[in-house]
């Protein structure tokens, strides 16, 4: 007799593979599917998305609002005063109002941009400033030129505006006639204020 014959096979028959067709199981399905739920969910809220406002030629909001008609409202002054900034007052107080340390200090929140009145806040660029400023419990003492003087009324007015209302500021709107006053007032002075003298004028 042959020894090898009576050796039982190793592979037990029922772990043959077969070619016999399974269902997918259910819970894999939904499992699947519920990934795909969340994946799609997770792209939705932290995908950032497009500004729905912007299409082709243009490439950002600030783009469109530019070709927008002019009615000449608040919407438009503001928007003139951004430009004004970004090329006149940004390069010290920072695209975002927050200031630069050691070189000029915040608008963002500061007192005197949202003062209720503009009396003072007109004086600062007209003339520019010298001496220490406390500006949301900081102390700065840097001198600040006279960035707004070779600006128009109504230009001197756009940009005050616009720092009033960016960066979450909420105060009124500058008119150009307030600016003719004030410039009035001031007659031949080009001397800077300081602080001090500022809070002598009413507000
Ligand atoms: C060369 C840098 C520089 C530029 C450009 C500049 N500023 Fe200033 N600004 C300063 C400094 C420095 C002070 C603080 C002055 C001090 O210490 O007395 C200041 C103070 C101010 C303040 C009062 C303090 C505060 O933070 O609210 C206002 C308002 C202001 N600037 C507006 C403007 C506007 C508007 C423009 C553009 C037309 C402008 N600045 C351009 C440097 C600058």
């Not at 920072?94 to 004086?123: F, M």
Request: glycine share 10%.
């Amino acid at each position: 007799m042959n020894a090898e014959a009576k050796q039982p096979s190793p592979v037990r028959p029922e772990s043959e593979p077969t070619s016999a067709a399974t269902t997918v199981p259910m819970w894999l399905i939904a499992g699947l599917l519920g990934l795909l739920f969340l994946g799609a969910w997770y792209f939705d809220a932290r995908g950032g998305w497009f500004e729905a406002k912007v299409y082709a030629p243009y490439l950002s909001l600030a783009d469109v609002q530019r070709f927008q008609p002019r009615t000449g409202g608040p919407e438009d002054v503001i928007l003139r005063g951004k430009v004004l900034f970004e090329q006149n007052c940004a390069l010290c107080h920072n695209p975002d109002g927050l200031g630069k340390p050691a070189q000029a200090p915040p608008l963002a929140g500061s007192e005197w941009v949202l003062a209720a009145g503009v009396n003072r806040l007109i004086r600062i660029p007209q003339l520019g400033l010298s001496g220490p400023i406390e500006v949301k419990g900081q102390v700065w003492n840097l001198p600040m030129a006279a960035m707004g003087v070779a600006y128009s009324d109504d230009d001197l007015a756009a940009v005050l505006s616009y720092i009033r209302n960016a960066w979450g500021n909420k105060a009124s709107i500058v008119a150009g006639e307030q600016v003719k006053k004030v410039r009035a007032e001031l007659g031949g002075r080009n001397q800077p204020y300081s602080p001090d003298e500022l809070k002598k004028e009413a507000e």
